[in-house]
């Protein structure tokens, strides 16, 4: 189940920010087109809100530099 998604397009680029919940915890991906940039495991809830702010700054560093939101 995903607790969070957000895809960001430029001209033919996506990027992808998930967290999607695991047994066990929570699994936080970044995705560059194709490419996994971040891929990790987490049982503290406090990682996963230090990673979401940290897709929050990156999102918003794209936004700025023309990226749009895809959904």
């Known amino acids: 189940m995903k607790t969070f998604e957000q895809v960001l397009r430029k001209d033919e680029h996506t990027r992808q920010f998930s967290i999607l919940v695991e047994p066990g915890g929570w699994r936080v991906v970044d995705r560059a087109d194709t490419t996994v940039l971040r891929d990790a495991h987490y049982s503290d809830w406090h990682r996963v809100e230090r990673a979401r702010r940290a897709f929050s700054i990156e999102m918003?560093?794209?936004?700025?530099?023309?990226?749009?939101?895809?959904?």
């Open 60 to 71: 918003s560093t794209l936004r700025a530099e023309g990226w749009l939101d895809a959904r």
